[in-house]
């Protein structure tokens, strides 16, 4: 079964980095979108950044573009988010979700299939 | 901006309740790709509607979906004290790019 297990998560001060990672096992990595969805401690859901199998398609909420990087290494199984310049409002929960599946030849790739646990960022001085 | 979805919506147990998600036509009304999650306290959000009113294998038939306009909707029919838990509906925006609803808090009385 599909498993994502995010980690990297902490204490940051506002202006610093952090990297998260999602290690995914269960499934066949390498051809399949995957996104980060956030949410606020007592918050809904956020979407954050998506980026395709191929790594040609990259999308940023607004408020992250310019400070977050969403990458993935097809060889690990692995996927990432490079956080810079981290403000108090990026504290949350942290997931990574996998784009959608594909059964019986046909693909349903609009909704958030399967996600990890979720790992915490806490932005404060 | 974010769908809009009730804060809370209750229901006592074997009844019907219905959570609605309302966007616009740049979203919700645009694209037959409203999905729906459920998310206990503590826990990952869980696919329990697609595609406006498909159901991923494994969830009840007791959960469905729907849409008119820029309005989708769930239903939890037969409700069950398991059922309480936060929903959040979320809808494409167009080319890789998605939002979520508010999320709505469904109690069993």
């Known amino acids: 079964q599909v498993q994502l297990v995010e980690s990297g998560g902490g204490v940051v001060q506002p202006g610093r980095s952090l990297r998260l990672s999602c290690a995914a096992s269960?499934?066949?990595?390498?051809?399949?979108?995957m996104h980060w969805v956030r949410q606020a401690p007592g918050k809904g859901l956020e979407w954050a950044a998506y980026i395709s199998s191929d790594e040609t398609k990259i999308n940023y909420i607004d408020s992250v573009k310019g400070r977050f990087t969403i990458s993935r290494d097809n060889s690990k199984d692995a996927l990432y988010l490079q956080m810079n310049s981290l403000r108090p409002e990026d504290t949350a929960v942290y997931y990574c979700?996998?784009?959608?599946?594909?059964?019986?030849?046909?693909?349903?790739?609009?909704?958030?299939?399967?996600w990890g646990q979720g790992t915490l960022v806490t932005v404060s001085s | 901006s974010a769908l809009t979805q009730p804060a809370s919506v209750s229901g006592f147990p074997g009844q019907s309740i219905t959570i609605s998600c309302t966007g616009s036509r740049s979203d919700v009304g645009a694209f037959n790709y409203v999905s729906w999650y459920q998310q206990h306290p503590g826990r990952a959000p869980r696919l329990m509607i697609y595609d406006v009113n498909s159901r991923p294998s494994g969830v009840s038939d007791r959960f469905s979906g729907s849409k008119s306009g820029d309005t989708a909707s769930l239903t939890i029919s037969g409700l069950q004290a398991e059922d309480e838990a936060d929903y959040y509906c979320?809808?494409?925006?167009?080319?890789?790019?998605?939002?979520f609803g508010g999320g709505t808090k469904l109690t069993v009385l």
């Open positions: 269960g499934f066949t990595f390498r051809t399949h979108g």
């Open positions: 979700a996998k784009r959608g599946f594909c059964s019986g030849g046909t693909c349903y790739p609009w909704h958030f299939d399967s």
């Open positions: 979320s809808s494409n925006t167009g080319e890789f790019s998605w939002v």
